[in-house]
């Protein structure tokens, strides 16, 4: 038997509106089911549900969805995307969408970048002052 396991996301009757949004935002992404209490969606192949909960509980950045980003288009996408209608950036590639959900926007080279001793601090330095991350900035670091 296999167990899949994906996240809840709790709103307050907005559960319909944000999952198509967020299918707007990411290429590969559908809506499998909505019963108006619960919808379940794919964004890149991977399961979520949005429940209508009520005002009961809030989002904060205790818990984020990374996006993994190959190319500043990527990122510029998602970022200018996710911020529509009311998100707010924050730094180091977090922001917060209009529902309230945290998100962090990240170039998959940074890794790559932060483990080259004679590049990490200066990049880190870099990156620290940013919002939405400048991947040739990190690389010139």
């Not at 964004?43 to 980003?69: H, I």
């Not at 500043?72 to 009311?86: F, N, R, T, V």
């Not at 990049?123 to 040739?136: G, H, R, S």
Request: net charge negative; hydrophobic share 40%.
């Amino acid at each position: 038997m296999t167990n899949q396991i994906y996240p809840c996301l709790w709103f307050d009757g907005q559960a319909q509106a944000a999952a198509k949004f967020y299918c707007s935002i990411f290429r590969k992404s559908k809506i499998t089911a909505d019963n108006q209490m619960v919808v379940t969606f794919e964004l890149n192949d991977t399961k979520f549900m949005a429940l209508n909960g009520g005002a009961n509980f809030n989002f904060n950045e205790a818990v984020s969805f990374v996006v993994d980003c190959e190319t500043q288009e990527e990122i510029d996408h998602y970022w200018h995307s996710l911020m529509a209608e009311g998100g707010q950036e924050s730094h180091c590639g977090w922001l917060k969408d209009k529902f309230g959900v945290s998100w962090q926007i990240v170039p998959t080279v940074l890794p790559k970048l932060l483990s080259d001793p004679s590049k990490a601090k200066k990049v880190m330095e870099v990156y620290l002052k940013m919002k939405k991350f400048d991947i040739k900035a990190l690389e010139n670091a």
